[in-house]
């Protein structure tokens, strides 16, 4: 048995009942459940359609946004997020980059990477050279003026983990913003990068061994295992090529606002909802979100 999951942005709720009864007919699903009116519905269906991906075209245009997958084991008891654009809405590189005045170059790089077009390790190196000199304290400055919550994220993480679930952030960006970010939002742990400083000033290099695509798909081998589970038990979110191994080892891999390389490898794409649309996919209605 399968689920399929309608969802749209809470901020602009367009998900009507038509569309839904209309879908649900075609398909011959089984009565439809409202997880938040005008928002979120689901309905279960005996195999997958033959015109999914077509009908998923159809219904981005209208930014709705659909999903299949096994209707077992859609709750999760993990939650490993990538942390720049998922988390947040910014890259910090390039609000770091911003300060010392090499923004938009960076900013290209990091795009570029990000789909998949350049080798992670060595975009991250040229671009954390381009920060040399820059000050450490920029680090606390961009953190309180130009970093932002993706929307929905405070809800994820307290829903989650009001319900056992354990969380861990894996960024290939760097620890000073993971250990800041995973405090507010109440992640178990965080990974990332480490950005070298003496007296003061950024050296322009990274740590290393550098966290890179394989040390997140690691991240989800291990700390599965740790805790005494597998990655099927697990809902991985992510919009960068350096996710897609964990992506796709995830038992629900979730393509977020995701680079176009990186959607056209996943399953389950959300381009129109925020972060609640992970509690959605799980089958968590509005009503037992915890804020």
Known sequence: MFTVSL?????????SRELV????NAWGGGDALWLDPGVAAEFPVESQP??????????????IDLALQKTDGRRKSLLIADMDSTMIQQECIDELADEAGVGAHVAGITARAMNGELDFDAALRE?????????????????????????????????????????????????????????KLGFDENRANTL?????????EVGTPILGKEAKLEALQEITARLGFTPAEAIAVGDGANDLPMLLAAGTGVALH????????CQIRINHGDLTA???LQGY???EFVS
């Open 21 to 24: 009864e209309s879908l649900r």
């Open 196 to 204: 070298i400083a003496k007296d003061g000033l950024l050296t322009g």
């Open 285 to 287: 209605a509005r009503e």
């Open 127 to 183: 671009r954390v050279g381009l920060l040399k000199g820059l000050p450490e304290s920029v680090i606390a400055s961009v953190l309180r003026d130009r970093i932002t919550l993706m929307p929905g994220g405070p809800v994820l993480l307290a829903t989650m983990k009001a319900s056992g679930a354990y969380a861990a952030l894996v960024s290939g960006g760097f620890t000073a913003f993971t250990s800041a970010i995973a405090g």
């Open 258 to 265: 995701a680079k176009p390389k990186v959607q056209a490898e």
């Open 7 to 15: 969802l749209t942005n809470p901020e602009t709720p367009v998900l």
């Open 278 to 280: 992970l509690l959605y």
């Open 50 to 63: 033959d015109n999914l991906w077509q009908v998923w075209e159809d219904l981005q245009t209208l930014g």
